[in-house]
């Protein structure tokens, strides 16, 4: 909260500002100061508190895998291990039962995903102005902490699908296969090909969209609502705080479980023969 | 809220994650999630073989449990059929002892009445000769008349 006593407006856009690094044409690199600024800076700007939660729950993730990777043991389970080997397991199923190709990568991709978004979206459940408040003591201006609210991370996941769809669809089908695919589907007639590869390409650039904006939308509009609660006398809050919060057990879950299983399923299909 | 260069930075952290996952944490884990899979698929099929061999065991046991009962049964058998027939020879054994005995005792009591029958004939004759003797004085030809004597004495 900049300032004293913000308006409800103020206090909105305030939370929904990233923290912005990038060279300003006026100020040259610098934190952009409010939305206006961070527009100004173009493409060559980096949210800085996204890629730092970010970065930090993959840690956290990577950090706890690299553990049971580490004592995992083929004798009877404990603990810790127990709980994350049945998360380990939960994604395994996805593969199991959406990927029919063999592929060393597709299975740690769907457990990464899963996990990483899971936290990611889990930074929700913190009280809306903690961080940004502590953030705010310590002098930063700005401090978004769900990186799945930011478009650029949900959609930067999603085009890194889309990079691997292209990547094993020409690996396992050759270029040409890859082509052919797109020029012949869904109607095979030469004189079609034009329609075909229209209609093929908007499928196959939607996808990344669709995983990005689906998982962006949703966590958007719940930290949206988390805000406008606040808004309320602190002594409401909770009839409403509380609810939501429970509400997105589910939602954050779902959102995690959803971008996995789409991915894998995405990926299945370069593995397919046709 | 625009779109700008943490789009790429979040593909290259998504990468390098999916990347140190693939390298460090799949592979160890779905091995030892294999191995224990292995091991518990082991265990089941050790359990299923005991579980045959214990039936295996079961039945054998009984299989000789009624076998030892019968030999039991058989040998008892036998020996109640061997006291019997002892007791049976030992019977016969007494039987024709005893017989023996008493033909025996009968043959010595005949002799001894053969010869207590002879004493008595010489004697009786001894004593007719004597009373005839007596009775006759002398008038008699002893000679003659102890042929005589001899036969009656035979004939009692």
């Given at each position: 909260m900049a300032g004293n006593a913000p308006t409800s407006t103020e206090y909105i856009t305030h939370h929904l500002q990233n923290l912005t690094f990038g060279l300003h044409p006026d100020n040259g690199w610098s934190f952009a100061h409010g939305a206006e600024e961070a527009r100004e800076m173009?493409?060559?700007?980096?949210?800085v508190d996204t890629m730092g939660w970010s970065i930090a729950t993959g840690l956290l993730f990577l950090w706890l895998f690299r553990y049971l990777a580490r004592?995992?043991?083929?004798g009877v389970p404990s603990g810790l291990q127990n709980a994350l080997e049945m998360v380990f397991e939960f994604s395994n199923g996805i593969i199991r039962t959406s990927f029919s190709g063999h592929s060393k990568m597709v299975g740690p991709l769907a457990l990464t995903l899963f996990c990483w978004i899971f936290f990611m979206n889990s930074l929700?459940?913190?009280?809306?102005d903690l961080v940004p408040q502590i953030a705010h003591k310590l002098?930063?201006?700005?401090?978004?902490?769900?990186?799945?609210?930011d478009p650029n991370a949900t959609l930067g996941m999603g085009f890194a699908i889309f990079l691997l769809i292209i990547y094993y669809s020409i690996r396992n089908k050759g270029f040409s296969g890859f082509a052919k695919e797109l020029s012949f589907?869904?109607?095979?007639?030469w004189a079609l090909i034009p329609f075909n590869l229209v209609l093929e390409l908007v499928v196959l650039i939607v996808k990344p969209i669709s995983l990005g904006l689906r998982l962006f939308g949703n966590m958007f509009a719940g930290e949206v609502i988390f805000i406008m609660i606040s808004l309320l006398p602190f002594w409401a809050m909770w009839v409403l705080d509380v609810p939501w919060a429970i509400f997105h057990i589910l939602v954050i879950t779902l959102q995690a479980f959803i971008f996995a299983v789409l991915s894998v399923v995405y990926l299945s299909a370069c593995f397919e023969e046709h | 809220m625009n779109i700008n260069m943490t789009l790429i930075g979040q593909m290259i952290a998504f990468a390098i994650f999916v990347w140190f996952c693939m390298k460090y944490v799949w592979p160890p884990i779905t091995q030892a999630l294999n191995e224990r899979q292995q091991r518990i698929q082991d265990g089941l099929e050790e359990a299923d073989r005991a579980r045959a061999e214990l039936h295996k065991a079961n039945e054998q046991a009984e299989e000789t449990l009624r076998e030892s009962r019968e030999e039991a049964a058989r040998i008892l058998e036998k020996t109640r059929s061997r006291a019997n027939q002892m007791i049976e020879e030992a019977r016969n054994d007494a039987r024709a002892e005893g017989e023996r005995m008493i033909a025996n005792a009968r043959s010595e009591i005949d002799s001894e009445i053969q010869q207590a029958k002879g004493e008595l004939r010489a004697q009786v004759a001894t004593l007719a000769i004597q009373g005839a003797e007596r009775i006759l004085e002398s008038s008699i030809d002893e000679k003659k008349h102890r042929e005589m004597v001899d036969r009656l004495a035979e004939e009692l």
């Open positions: 173009g493409f060559w700007a980096i949210n004592t995992v043991t083929n929700k459940w913190l009280p809306i002098g930063i201006e700005y401090m978004r902490i769900v990186p799945t609210s589907r869904p109607f095979n007639h | -």
